[in-house]
């Protein structure tokens, strides 16, 4: 056991140094002294003894320095020694020293803040306990099942082929009973816009349905209360709820009392019997809930969406999620054969087969993290390239810091070769420049650090602004984060260090140490070799900020085309804000009239020109569709149009142009309001005597009858409609039918629609997607978005909006309320956030890269301070020198942008899908930013070449 | 003159650890007693002998004090250690067989 020994010989030799140095200086002293006393005894005169006793021992210090190589603590020594000397040095040159930290900090913290950003969407586990067991059932199939009706809120990423992640609810039982491969199954569905009353002013919230197991699935736990169980989730249960611990703060001031609090959904009480805990802020990434609800309450909860579907018992209806917790022990591929084989039990050999056997449905599982991807997905690929325009950020940094490095550590080449001189390595000094640079890139990183923190604030807040929501993801700084940014930082002080410490530490001893080493033909070829690095860093910087311009470009000019749109009606001066009458407990009767009500009094307020309403706001991103027959047209030839349900004067309030026919009328409401309550009462009626299987066919009632001969629905379709479906026809006056759902070849017996007018094309729910063909028809039921047209901006009208609503109708929350160039704004979020971005980058990406060039400009000058003056002395012009200097920047930058084109061409194309109405390798973006960047680029050689130009030979010459 | 560092590698602390396990020496004396036991063969340059010293105090083969020299100064006294003595003499049958084989190579040759 030598150890301990070893160990502190060693802890001695760091903590006590002076005492081992002086013992090192005494033992060597000691040496040469015994060493002459053997000289003058064997004859020599003192003074020539001393001489041979010094000749005979060498370099003293060399000698010490092998001893301390030999007591191996030289490396924390000289890491001290390192750190110390390299503070020193920085704090000598204040400028040098700023301009670094701040370039890597403005590198490091871009990088930290946007990386904070892929950690929170992408990365982070699930805030449920052990994430990694927890899977999410997806089913495949080679064809769409037979499916009543399937919804999905967005929980997983649309898949290329066949398949989701929605299940029915008794597929969900089934499995849960029969799989054994689980320790717990449980299924959720939502979040749903939900009306909660009973806590001040009624507000809509977002709440999610949940199986009773759901919280102990995820082993997630109350922070006060009680989770929902089994028990609450049957339907003689009293309706409870769990409230999330965020909304709980945010509506309930985080009252403890609310434990035990009753409050109403739509129209039913509920009791609140817990709050969840702090850290479960989310399942799927981004889809922040409110409120947890069990499925038992879904037929009371906005159950008006399903009419006399019942989706708790209906094999046809898929809508929920599935997830499961697997057994220790049972791997993921046992667990999926198991699940499969259920699923095709019960959607091959069940009551209603969905499938047929050819059709080789099958469940995957996914892990949860990666399963439940629907939010993130949509945002990935913007994070990822912002993620690669920071990478270049920081390379361009780097580069930058890398070359006033260079031009540093060429003054300083003198007193790299006095220390050469007196012994010290070459790997030595390199690790002494190393030193310095990682001690630039700790400082950059730690401001960097500070300036991410600022950063994701204010991404976070460009983020959110125009919602009403804030950022639905979690950033906050996790051991993850935090390696990444200690990784970055290191990483950038050896890649900018590393080129200078190897070039600094390669010092011509000779010509170094004379008095002016620059002035030396010598130290002019040597640096000229240098310079072939400065000038590779400048070339660099250039081509990689003209790629970070040319994607700014595209994507600015990809916002710009999308605001350029005309969506074929007027989005000035619009105020809209949607309401529900319909979850408030309204009957289709009293919608009517409420909307009526409302648009009359809206009217009346003044400055409002004119007002309408519609299911949906236009380019808010929500739409539905529908596939018609019209009569005449070949059998099984359908019409698939969107459509959109609109009130009196829709189109006068919008400024759609009527192309032909007529606008809709009072009678033409009053005609469609008596078809969808003779449609409603006759699915009433079905619901009642065949609620299971209500695709069974029945014999016809009386009900059916006064359907089928109701009048038919009058309807106004767009442009497209006419020209795509309707060609060479007068389209006033056709009648259509609905096509036949399912698989059912008759058409749907009802009324149908009668076309009564032509409207001009507009955009619908996005402005990328080409304009389709509209139905439209007239809104008598459901909640409707209202639009208010006004003389001038109308956010100043959302207060007395508020008012007349609350006069109009008690219980009736407003959602939404935003002008229509708001909304768009809101529509064309990402958009514009990566035209943001991109354009701060490329902009930072464009000042690095000047300053990098201005610094290496500058510096020539300096060092060509002799030689300009000797060209002006032999008769130079001031032109000529200007010239000399522009010219070498202009030289670099050319070379740099055509380095850079090239590059951004092999960029660009992985932006195509972000891109709208301009190509990936668009010349007219290339030009200019190339323009740009050289017009830059030309102001900042100019600086230098002015001082070029100043230069005094006289000055100049004496200076020597 | 062979230059020790021109020696086998690691012969050096081989001669330095054998040196000194007869009693504590000083770095001076060591150097001077390996040049008379060779009959002046074998040099000793300073430059290796202290780092060689400082190495094999640091691996624990050997220890040092602070003691009075033979002109009555303070100079620095290297010793074995128990383990030194114990790799001196694995080290010593090391070089016995290694110098035997290669007489043995150089004879028969």
């Known amino acids: ?960 | 003159m062979t230059k020790p560092t021109d020696l086998v590698q690691g012969t050096l602390d081989l001669l330095i650890l054998k040196t000194i396990a007869l009693e504590p020496m000083h770095g001076w004396a060591i150097a001077q007693r390996i040049r008379s036991v060779s009959n002046n063969v074998l040099q000793v340059n300073q430059g290796a002998l202290y780092p060689a010293l400082h190495r094999l105090e640091q691996q624990a083969w050997i220890q040092s004090k602070w003691g009075e020299s033979e002109n009555n100064r303070r100079a620095k006294y290297y010793s074995l250690t128990k383990a030194g003595q114990k790799y001196l003499k694995a080290e010593e049958s090391n070089w016995e067989r290694l110098s035997s084989a290669i007489g043995l190579v150089l004879k028969t040759v």
Not at chain 1, 86 to 111: C, D, E, Y
Not at chain 1, 605 to 620: E, N
Not at chain 1, 884 to 891: D, N
Request: charged share 20%.
């Open chain 1, 1 to 960: 056991m030598r150890w301990p020994q070893t160990v502190s010989h060693r802890l001695r030799s760091l903590f006590r140094k002076s005492a081992v140095e002086g013992e090192l200086s005494d033992e060597m002293r000691f040496h040469l002294e015994r060493q002459v006393e053997e000289n003058i005894a064997a004859g020599m005169a003192p003074q020539e003894a001393r001489r041979a006793a010094m000749r005979e021992f060498g370099g003293v210090e060399q000698v010490k320095e092998e001893c301390r190589d030999a007591r191996r603590t030289n490396f924390l020594e000289n890491l001290l020694q390192d750190v110390r000397f390299g503070l020193r040095m920085l704090r000598k040159s204040p400028g040098f020293t700023a301009v670094a930290v701040l370039t890597l900090a403005l590198g490091i913290g871009a990088n930290t803040a946007i990386f904070s950003f892929i950690d929170a969407v992408l990365l982070r586990s699930l805030p449920v306990k052990d994430p990694q067991q927890l899977v999410v059932f997806h089913w495949s199939a080679r064809a769409n099942p037979k499916r009543q009706s399937q919804s999905s809120y967005g929980d997983c990423a649309d898949q290329t082929g066949v398949g989701d992640c929605s299940f029915s609810v008794p597929f969900f039982k089934t499995a849960r009973e029969q799989a054994g491969t689980f320790s717990g199954l449980s299924a959720f569905a939502g979040p749903l816009n939900v009306d909660l009353s009973g806590n001040g002013d009624a507000s809509i919230v977002r709440g999610l349905y949940i199986s009773g197991d759901f919280f102990s699935t995820l082993g997630v736990n109350t922070f006060i209360g009680r989770p929902l169980a089994p028990f609450d989730d049957s339907p003689s249960a009293p309706p409870a709820i769990v409230l999330n611990y965020a909304y709980w703060v945010r509506a309930f001031n985080a009252a403890p009392a609310v434990v035990g609090r009753t409050v109403r959904l739509d129209d039913t009480t509920v009791t609140i019997v817990g709050v969840a805990e702090p850290h479960f802020t989310h399942l799927t990434p981004g889809k922040p809930v409110d409120v947890f609800m069990p499925f038992s309450i879904a037929d009371r909860v906005r159950g008006e969406w399903w009419r006399r579907q019942d989706r708790l018992s209906d094999p046809a209806i898929w809508w929920v999620v599935m997830l499961g917790r697997l057994k220790p022990g049972v791997s993921i591929g046992q667990a999926q054969a198991a699940a499969t084989t259920i699923f095709r039990n019960e959607t091959l050999h069940g009551d209603a087969p969905a499938f047929k056997s050819e059709d080789a449905p099958v469940v995957t599982l996914r892990f949860a993290r990666s399963g439940l991807d629907g939010e993130t997905s949509q945002i990935a690929p913007a994070l990822y390239l912002t993620m690669v325009i920071v990478a270049f950020i920081l390379l361009i940094a780097c580069a930058n810091v890398a070359g006033l490095t260079l031009a540093r550590s060429a003054s300083r080449q003198k007193e790299m070769a006095v220390r050469l001189a007196i012994g010290a390595g070459r790997a030595r000094l390199a690790r002494q420049l190393l030193t310095e640079s990682v001690l630039l890139s700790c400082g950059g990183g730690a401001l960097g650090v500070l300036l991410a923190i600022w950063g994701v604030d204010a991404i976070g807040k460009l983020a959110s602004r125009g919602s009403d929501q804030p950022f639905p993801f979690t950033v906050a700084p996790d051991w993850r984060v935090l390696a990444f940014t200690v990784a970055v930082t290191g990483l950038t002080g050896i890649l900018f260090g590393l080129a200078p410490a190897l070039r600094g530490s390669r010092v011509d001893l000779t010509p170094s140490l004379k008095e002016n080493a620059s002035s030396l033909p010598g130290a002019a070829a040597h640096a000229g070799r240098r310079f072939r690095l400065g000038d590779a860093l400048v070339v660099a910087q250039v081509a990689l900020s003209l790629v970070v311009l040319i994607g700014a470009g595209l994507l600015v000019r990809t916002l710009r085309n999308l605001q350029e749109i005309n969506p074929g009606f007027d989005t000035q001066n619009i105020l809209l804000f949607g309401i529900n009458p319909s979850i408030a407990g309204y009957t289709d009767q009293q919608t009517q009239q409420l909307y009526t009500d409302l648009q009359q009094r809206l009217a009346a307020l003044p400055g409002v020109l004119s007002v309408s309403y519609s299911a949906d706001a236009l380019l808010s991103g929500g739409w539905s569709a529908g596939s018609v027959h019209v009569d005449g047209a070949p059998p099984k030839q359908y019409a698939n149009s969107a459509e959109l349900s609109v009130g009196l004067n829709f189109f006068s309030t919008m400024r759609i142009p009527m192309l032909a026919g007529r606008n809709f009328t009072s009678a033409d409401f009053a005609a469609a309001g008596a078809t969808n309550a003779a449609a409603k009462s006759r699915d009433a009626a079905a619901a009642k005597t065949n609620p299971a299987s209500s695709s069974a066919p029945a014999a016809p009632t009386a009900l059916d009858e006064a359907y089928s001969h109701s009048a038919p629905v009058p309807v106004i379709i767009n442009e497209t409609f006419a020209r795509k479906f309707l060609a060479n026809q007068n389209p006033i006056g056709l009648h259509m039918v609905n096509a036949p759902r399912g698989d059912s070849e008759v058409p749907d017996p009802g009324p149908g629609y009668t076309i009564i007018g032509v409207v001009g094309d507009t955009k619908y729910a996005q402005l990328r997607r080409e304009i389709r063909p509209i139905l439209f028809s007239p809104l008598v039921s459901n909640g409707a978005h209202f639009e208010l047209r006004a003389a001038a901006n109308p956010i100043a009208l959302a207060k007395n909006v508020r008012e007349i609503v609350s006069q109009a109708g008690d219980n009736l929350p407003l959602t939404d309320v935003r002008t229509q160039t708001e909304q768009i704004d809101q529509l064309l979020f990402q958009e514009r956030l990566m035209a943001r971005l991109s354009s701060f980058f490329g902009m930072l990406a464009l000042v690095l890269a000047c300053i990098g060039l201005y610094g290496l400009l500058s510096y020539e000058v300096a060092r060509r301070t002799r030689e300009l003056g000797i060209r002006m002395a032999l008769g130079a012009q001031r032109r000529d020198l200007l010239r000399l200097v522009v010219g070498q920047g202009i030289l670099l930058v050319l070379i740099g942008a055509a380095i850079g084109v090239a590059a951004a061409m092999c960029v660009a194309r992985f932006m195509t899908a972000m891109l709208f109405g301009v190509r990936a390798n668009d010349p007219a973006t290339f030009a200019g930013v190339a323009i740009l960047l050289t017009l830059v680029a030309l102001a900042a050689s100019y600086i230098p070449a002015r001082r070029a130009m100043r230069v005094d030979p006289i000055v100049a010459l004496r200076y020597e």
